[in-house]
Nanobody
């Protein structure tokens, strides 16, 4: 079992930055590798993959977001980050982190690959 809690959402001006955090609490598992993904759902749209990482290091980004968003991890704290720079109003969405056991290269951006989800944190970007 894995519990995920997102934080760091809020309001920002276009061109600004926000850093989202995802704290993971997990029960002991026979698995050692995992993937964490960040997803978002904008109003009236389907949820889409933003960024993902494999616990061994590989990362993956949605093509449209490369260069603006960065995913990272603090293994010692089991916290995963999404640094978002040069924000645009189109980035307004609820952001979710998700977890799957097992490494994958590249780590997947499709939501069906993930088994555990956080409740989401709202990001609103104004022009």
């Amino acid at each position: 079992q894995v519990e995920l809690t997102e934080s760091g959402g809020g309001s920002a001006q276009a061109g600004g930055s926000l850093t989202l955090s995802c704290a993971a609490t997990r029960a002991p598992s026979r698995y050692t590798n995992f993937c964490v993904g960040w997803f978002r759902r904008a109003p009236g749209k389907e949820r889409e993959g933003v960024a993902a990482l494999d616990s061994n290091g590989p990362v993956n980004y949605a093509d449209s977001l490369k260069g603006r968003f960065t995913i990272s991890q603090d293994k010692s704290k089991n916290i995963f980050y999404l640094q978002m720079n040069n924000l645009e109003p189109e980035d307004t969405a609820t952001y979710y982190c998700a977890w799957k056991w097992g490494g994958w290269k590249p780590p997947p951006l499709d939501e069906t690959s993930y088994n555990y989800w956080g409740q989401g944190t709202q990001v609103t970007v104004s022009s």
